[in-house]
């Protein structure tokens, strides 16, 4: 029997600070409102050059340097995100090429809010079934790129960041011991952002827009959000608690989806718990999506709030809708990485850059030398017709 450790946890933040008051000067609301109602103070925001590739990769590549694993023993990837630069490539095709991680499977996984606890079930599965010796389970987001600037019942939520943990497998008992996926699509247009342009049937003329959707920016009915969340948070920790055969007393520490202080306190009322047992960062990160369990995570670990032989659950709820929680026996001490060894580590990664250009040059030269246009000089060939 295999069991699914997480020896590394990273994330990663944009410099950039934005915060409530900044947002009343940009649109109708004030820094009371927004704390009072959601607990959120300043979030961060990707400056142009980021993407949530970029994002992922520096989260991952913390998660590496915790975890000593070297990127090249990497087996799977998965990227839990709704902010993609792309549909394909993936993001985690783009996080594998950037860590140079040569062995590993990469695909992005779409759950939302939800998307770090779905992507770790599924990794601790792959890895207790022993179809991979480790996994690199990541939440990103840039959120900022996807918010309508001018709706304050949606900007003042979300924030951009990444999170990430490194799972292996282990011979002794732990790690990721149940899990809890679910989801009601009857919800999905309660918080939805459409993939593209949304117009499916563009000679039929704008009255066919899906749902009404003219643009591609988030778009939510707080108050049944914050309904469904109050449920099915409760409601998700009792029965994965149960699977693993413990009770709420036996948790230490719960890493909520960061969404809201509110929800979390009406959650811990339901459960019959002091909110203190949950931990939350969204006063300083916003909603960061699939990156919020991951990087309170990171900040709880760096807040000495979780202990060899703790239990801890990861809860996440959001678009779908969709839920999900964990619970993870936090057992294994990684090793300390020296510093020149976390350097030269920083090294390979440039190296890995270079490797993947020399690649792309060789794809071209040999498109050159077989005589097969690239598809750009085929578009400027289309251009030219
Ligand atoms: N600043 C000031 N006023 C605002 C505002 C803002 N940013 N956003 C909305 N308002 C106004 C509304 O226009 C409304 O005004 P009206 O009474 O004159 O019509 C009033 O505040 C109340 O709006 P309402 O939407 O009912 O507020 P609320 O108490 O439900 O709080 C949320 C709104 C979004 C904070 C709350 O519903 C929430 O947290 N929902 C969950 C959202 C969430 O977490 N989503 C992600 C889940 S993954």
């Not at 050059?49 to 087996?75: G, I, M």
């Not at 599924?122 to 022993?130: D, K, L, N, P, V």
């Not at 009792?238 to 306190?265: F, G, M, S």
Request: hydrophobic share 40%.
């Amino acid at each position: 029997m295999k069991y699914a450790h997480i020896v590394g946890w990273g994330s990663f933040r944009p410099d950039k600070i934005l915060t409530n008051n900044d947002l009343s000067r940009m649109v109708d609301t004030s820094d009371e409102w927004i704390y009072t109602r959601t607990g959120i103070r300043e979030r961060r925001i990707a400056s142009e050059k980021e993407t949530t590739a970029t994002l992922a990769f520096e989260a991952a590549a913390r998660a590496l340097e915790r975890a000593d694993l070297h990127p090249s023993q990497v087996e799977l990837i998965i990227v839990a995100t709704s902010t993609p630069e792309y549909i394909f490539p993936s993001t985690a095709c783009r996080v594998q090429d950037y860590l140079g991680a040569t062995r590993a499977g990469a695909f992005d996984l779409s759950a939302a809010c939800s998307g770090f606890v779905y992507g770790l079930s599924m990794a601790s599965q792959a890895i207790q079934t022993e179809s991979v010796r480790n996994a690199v389970v990541i939440g990103a987001e840039t959120m900022s790129r996807v918010l309508d600037w001018q709706d304050r019942g949606t900007c003042i939520l979300f924030g951009d960041g990444a999170g990430a943990v490194v799972l292996k497998g282990s011979s002794i008992p732990g790690g990721v011991m149940a899990n809890t996926l679910r989801s009601d699509g009857s919800g999905g247009n309660l918080l939805s952002l459409p993939a593209v342009y949304h117009n499916p049937m563009p000679m039929l003329g704008p009255e066919y827009l899906h749902n009404g959707h003219k643009k591609n920016t988030v778009e939510m009915n707080g108050r049944q959000v914050f309904r469904f969340a109050t449920q099915v948070i409760a409601s998700s920790i009792e029965e994965t608690i149960a699977k693993a055969d413990l009770t709420i007393d036996d948790i230490a520490l719960i890493v909520p989806h960061q969404a809201n202080t509110r929800i979390i306190e009406t959650a811990a009322k339901r459960l019959k718990i002091p909110a203190e047992r949950f931990y939350m960062n969204v006063h300083a990160v916003g909603n960061t999506s699939a990156a919020s369990i991951p990087i309170a995570l990171c900040d709880a670990v760096h807040d000495g709030r979780l202990r060899p032989d703790d239990n801890v659950v990861f809860v996440g709820f959001g678009g779908g809708l969709t839920w999900a929680s964990s619970v993870v026996k936090w057992n294994v001490t990684p090793p300390e990485v020296s510093l020149p060894r976390r350097e030269w580590r920083r090294a390979r990664y440039i190296a890995a850059r270079g490797r993947s250009k020399l690649k792309k040059w060789r794809r071209k030269l040999i498109d050159r030398v077989a005589g097969s246009p690239t598809p750009h000089a085929r578009m400027r060939d289309a251009d030219r017709k």
